[in-house]
Structure formats: structure tokens, C-alpha cells
């Protein structure tokens, strides 16, 4: 059973560029997390979605950043118009449940770098 | 807002040595989740604590969860250099989907 899947792991964006972050879930999970990790820090929370909907988008700044987890296929983040301060480890978990108390089960990550 | 302070930051222990990281939130948690994270690598699920006032042992490693189910420490005895990596603590809120994350304890190992 394939644990979770991030692509790319890492990603070198100009300012201003877009950046897309793709994530697949283990088999059989219907719950993702983004987080985003700045080095030497914890990770904070982004987004929570189950497929077709975004649960919670609490954590996610309302410009430039988007999340989607369609029927078919990965849940991606998208970044627009990226800059500097968007470098970070951006890490995507699953879980069988949405009920909080879960375990999350965290991709590799894709490190962004913005020059 | 709602925070999960960590402390320490880092940890510089002689192997063999013991370690202890602890968490404090400001509002009550329904439960406590444990992770690893090896420098580079991604985290990883070490333990769930729901009960107050509950403790779990794996191994070395010793985790509890505070009688008012607002602080929680995790205890290594006889650190070893796989036990090397940052260690954090992660709490949900009640009714809440978010896990809030501390800042981590970094566990380094004196050459």
C-alpha cells in the first residue's frame, strides 16, 4: 500500500511565477491536510478537504493561494504570483477519517524555493 | 488564538542521556498526537493520547497527557543517535479539525 504522494519534491519558482503542488492521498483516503513548514518551526495548518469540498480553509491566506481535491485525481495547492516569502516545505496528509483525534499519515513535502 | 507552546526549543544530550519535551496549551485539548520528524525527512505518527491523565510507553520513549488535558510531555531514557530529530506535539481542540502543532523539540546528540 503506497503511502502518500507529494510532486514535485522540489520546485524552484521566480517571483511572480505560479506553483503547483500535487498530492495523493493514500488508498482509501478521503481526507487532506496541507500544512506549510518553515525551517526550524512546526507546521501550520492551511487547508482540510475531503474530495469535492474544502472543509476548513481557515489557515490559507485568501489571495494568491488555492486548494482543490477533485473526484478524480490529486488534491493540488496552487500558488499565484509567488514571492519570496512563500519559500517553505509544504507537507500534504491523509486520513481515513475527518473525525478529529485521526491519525495523519504526511507526504515527503515539496520544498519550495522562490528566488 | 489558540497555541501549543513547546519547550525547549532544542535539546543537547550525550548519548545514553535522558530527554524530555513538553507542551502546554492554552485551552483544553480532546487529544494529544505525537510525531517525528528526522531532519529532511517528513512527519511521522509516534502516538495518540484521548484520556486524561494518561500515560503510554513504547519502548524508551514515555508519553503523558496532563490531568487537565492541557499539557503533555514525552520522556526518552537512554537516548540513542536514531532518536536523533525533532520532536513535536500536536493537539485538537475541541470540535475543531485542525491539529495545532508546537514548535518542536529538536533532540541533538553531543559527538
Partial sequence: NAGVMQNPRHLVRRRGQEARLRCSPMKGHSHVYWYRQLPEEGLKFMVYLQKENIIDESGMPKERFSAEFPKEGPSILRIQQVVRGDSAAYFCASSPTGLAGGEQYFGPGTRLTVT | ?111
Fill in chain 2, 1 to 111: 488564538g489558540q497555541q501549543v507552546m513547546q519547550i525547549p526549543q532544542y535539546q543537547h544530550v550525550q548519548e545514553g542521556e535522558d530527554f524530555t519535551t513538553y507542551c502546554n496549551s492554552s485551552t483544553t485539548l480532546s487529544n494529544i498526537q505525537w510525531y517525528k520528524q528526522r531532519p529532511g525527512g517528513h512527519p511521522v505518527f509516534l502516538i495518540q493520547l484521548v484520556k486524561s491523565g494518561e500515560v503510554k510507553k513504547q519502548k524508551r520513549l514515555t508519553f503523558q497527557f496532563g490531568e487537565a488535558k492541557k499539557n503533555s510531555s514525552l520522556h526518552i531514557t537512554a537516548t540513542q543517535t536514531t532518536d536523533v530529530g525533532t520532536y513535536f506535539c500536536a493537539g485538537y481542540m475541541d470540535s475543531n479539525y485542525q491539529l495545532i502543532w508546537g514548535a518542536g523539540t529538536k533532540l541533538i546528540i553531543k559527538p
